[in-house]
């Protein structure tokens, strides 16, 4: 274990921390060494106050890790901390422990939105991060994992941007699994059992200016960055909920700003992609962070969301649209990408830039 | 039972066959009397020959009507004939029973864009039938029910074309009810468990033509009469299969044509909606045939699909559209108003309108 | 409305409570004029206050109801009170309205075992409340409906009890539906889909001692009665939830005490049972209290849960078991014959037999 | 890959085949070189001819394979071949397959029964294995694999009858996933959404006699060896269909035949047990081959049917019976240790035993 990072968990009890616990097991480059709940949890043995539901079972090396509270203290010698904390604690908690010179990696969205916190899909805006080389170096590091939704979108997007130029329009109706909600209560079952629900509360929004900023820009100066959203672009999103354990689908229709590329264009840019994941050789990234499926039925969540341990985005049936330039699916593994995966990825991407 | 009208079916045993012997029983209009099928089960009881699987049991007034094969003169004396039959034969069949002088209302596809064929959702254009006034009165009436995808939908854009003019834009994304893909072998459980499959064969092209038919028009001589397509709407579709067992849901967003009436106009609109089949007494008309759902998160299939014993469209979430003008959630009951029960509901209208 | 009896629901919005306001709806006995829940809804109108999650909407003649809280005065004047309340209020409570002489059917468990209390299901033992004769008259009539698990596995054990006298062991595997455990929380979505829990806290026991006093007999003195249970019958039972919303099957092993019938036996006097709840005529009660279903696959929870509108119980499978006597497949509908339901079939026994 | 023995598979494009392809994905004893399938797939790539349907994809390595037809001369130098053919064709195929030497491991159920044919389990019977010393070395060897439902069991009862001697009575029913009915046509979504289908066509019978040749012995002569089935326990099981895709559960009460263990020793004992997998070192062999959960609700299918891979059977919920001495409840992996894993294991254990 010389020589790996130390990491630490913030809200470990809960799924987005359990899932961060599981996805860290085997990690070459971090050793997990703190886990922080609520004082009710602090004290005791993890594997004692945890309602552990993955399909994996508790990792015995953090079974038995002493809880603790989520001060700072408690986390000291971290060289990164991530955050599965609630939106309703995690705002006052992460400022504590950046200010303590804490590196924070959040799944809550509270900062989503700071014009001084990068809002990184690890395999979209890597290049996002680079920025913090300009940031106050007398606070730790912030950085915030996207909302689950946007994930799988905007690293389909950045292959587009990135080839084509900007993208104007984009309406998009999502179909996400109940993992997202959690499991406290979570989405009950007499609520998705041969059923749909065709609200998400909040989820529209994000899902509406968090692109704008992951496809945005950066400006520095010698003491400071600021991350600069994408003005042009309009997305008008649905977002439902679906009966499926794990990976959302979109359903997604774009228009260009100012080209057309044709379908067999299009389709080898989404075939073609790759990010600095790969080429830093993160050690969790997956072969490719963009595939496209040519099968007529797919990409579809039971049999491509594993695609890349997760981390992979697939995408399939492109045509063209009638009313607005193409039309596409897309899936993305919601716990993984979209959630304590991508954490994983960005500590992976800061330590291969040097950040950490 | 004196003065009823005589009915038939045609594919009797399949899934919308089954649905047209269920929604008929108690009918005060029509009295089932000949059930058609496949000659392996002609000859034999009804009971003996169905795979029955719906929740309510065979009618015993069904059950031991003897089935017969699928040709003109077994259906002699029926006022009306409903065909369930499968695409792959109802084209022959069905033209064969009209040059006989028998009605028709069928739920193939094969007539559907027909422009001597009025394609009818009876709660959204049941004015074309009038156009059968100047038919060629030495054949029987045939009349197509529209796909199950497309029944709400249109709904709605009636009640919005009828009071806001023409609707230019449409994009929408469809969750559908595996129902809707019959039984045998319809959706494999291991295709639609923990999953969705973003594609239905050929359903995308009937949605993004149908209602251009369904919301156009018809011109009329004294011999003949023609439906005339809607020209100027674009529709973007895509269509899905969630585990749900009846309730196609549909995401849509619009454009209108010539004006942007207010939100709030729109959502009275929807309120307002009402058809000739409440106007004309018919049987089986719901109260309403389109409701507004003011619940955040509804319509939900399980929950609103019976609304109207399945004949109302229930629409929810209206919102601002910040690429189209907006955007809205339909649902709809695919075996009833989608399939079946309109059938049953055009019959009436046809009777109501003195045409049969 | 003249002559209706007049009806109150206590926990009116809760899962059972709202079963009660359904199931009441269009009772040509009650009529339902009160409804109590907790002290924050009080004073305010049913549909306010409600989280209804029914396929059906709120009854209108019931929306508007004022709501008060579960004290006898609020229920002055109600002939029958059906109580919905959760065991753990439903003690305190139903004692303080059975004390002011009013008449109390309960869902709840609290008073199941006790001796004074018949513990009935309508169609099984409707006998029991001839006991009520006996009563303490200065109260008012207290009724306990059984656990939604053993409803349907009595009324086939006393359909062959009466028939081939005691039943000595019983083997049994339930497959519950999740409207069993309410839906707040209730069972959660990531818990069921793609998933079963082979546990339902406390069900078990219930499911091991309720059968013995509903299958066993009562003694009377001119003040008193007393419910004696079955001593002899002993019951192992496993339950398990499953991904299904309404309707519980049992997978039933059993021996006869003193004689073994032959399967044709068996399988007739499963056919040929019925209950004083048809020739008292109750309005509620269905043709058939239990019916025997032939095809070598059903009973299915969503095919056959509805016959008899829930309160027939459908059994199958009827074949030699080689370690107990017979085995059996058995389903009921747990939200009607398993709870609400049952409950106005009681009152309506009470009334037909002239003590309501 | 010197030094590794050359596999074929049988069935190659149906589920088992499959599912045989993806376990044996590095395999470091097996290297895959021959598919074998019908007429209609011969002589064309694996992956233009399978309709692939894991969560994996197809691995690159056997993508370009090319499929023969199901004769023993396109088998020739495999030390082994893996038989995932149907019923309807595995007597003909593996006869002359076994009778051209090649040695055959089968998921078929057509020679389970025969007396010179171990039908093996391997963590629960791998001692049967031995038998093949003794057997006609002008053949091939051949091993059957049993029933996924059995598979699960008899671990368990092995467990309990090697430590405390005979089982008499087995009462169990069993809630079983659908990918054990493979997908072409499998269990129909219609069927299996908010249902459970109470019948598995020739399940129970498998389910009540399997058990006993796994659980019997052998004799052996210097010509030949024959299995013999234990003759005094008996098993009645019913067998039903869930809404899960993988992992058979099974809720089953024993009665031993000369002893009553307490319920501390049988806990014990379940989770003590081990088998030759592990002690051999077969490369698939779980850690251990049984786990007792101590959680009230536990093992559920969706999160423990992967503990050791799929090939760990997990027992939870001990407790009295009142009818028999014990019950509990258990859960495998029906494609794992039920069908092809199950394979895998068994010709690892004929490596390391010598006799491949």
Redesign the interface.
């Known amino acids: 274990m010389a020589g790996k990072l130390k990491a630490g968990v913030l809200g470990a009890t809960g799924s987005v921390g359990q899932r961060f616990i599981l996805l860290l097991q085997g990690n070459p480059l971090f050793d997990l060494v703190a886990l922080g709940a609520s004082s009710r949890s602090a004290g005791k043995a993890y594997a004692k106050v945890t309602s552990w539901?993955?399909?994996?079972?508790i990792p015995t090396s953090v079974a038995d890790i002493v809880v603790t509270e989520c001060v700072p203290e408690a986390f000291k010698g971290c060289d990164v901390v991530f955050s599965g904390l609630d939106a309703s604690v995690a705002g006052e908690i992460e400022e504590q422990f950046v200010n303590a010179g804490l590196n924070i990696i959040s799944n809550a969205k509270n900062f989503r939105q700071h014009s001084h916190v990068p809002l990184c899909v690890p395999t979209a805006n890597p290049e996002h991060l680079d920025a913090l080389e300009f940031r106050d170096k007398s606070r730790g590091i912030h950085v915030c994992i996207s909302n689950c939704s946007t994930a799988g979108l905007v690293v389909a997007l950045k292959a587009l941007t990135e080839k084509f130029g900007p993208i104007s329009?984009?309406?998009l109706?999502t179909?996400q699994a109940?993992?997202g909600?959690g499991?406290?209560?979570?989405?009950?079952?007499?609520?998705?059992?041969?059923?749909?629900?065709?609200?998400i509360?909040g989820e529209e929004d994000k899902l509406?200016i968090e692109p704008r900023k992951i496809l945005g820009s950066f400006s520095t100066s010698s003491k400071e960055f600021q991350l600069i959203p994408e003005q042009d672009m309009?997305?008008?999103a649905?977002t439902?909920r679906?009966?499926?354990?794990d990976g959302h689908?979109a359903?997604v229709?774009i228009k260009f700003a100012n080209t057309k590329p044709s379908l067999a264009e299009v389709q080898q840019c989404l075939t073609d992609y790759s990010s600095q994941c790969e080429t830093l050789h993160c050690p969790s990234a997956p072969e490719k962070p963009l595939v496209y499926l040519e099968q007529?039925?797919?990409?579809?969540?039971?049999?491509d969301r594993?695609?890349g341990n997760g981390f992979t985005v697939s995408v399939?049936?492109l045509r063209e649209?009638?009313?607005?330039d193409y039309?596409f699916?897309c899936l993305s593994h919601n716990t993984v990408l979209g959630a304590a995966g991508s954490g994983i990825l960005i500590a992976e991407l800061l330590h291969a830039k040097k950040l950490i």
């Open positions: 539901k993955q399909g994996s079972h329009h984009v309406v109706t179909l109940i993992s909600a499991f406290s209560p979570g989405v009950g079952g007499m609520d998705i059992l041969d059923n749909i629900v065709p609200y509360g509406e309009k997305i008008s649905t439902t679906v009966p499926v354990i689908t359903s229709s007529p039925d797919r990409p579809q969540p039971r049999l594993d695609i399939g049936r649209d009638s009313v607005l039309k699916v």
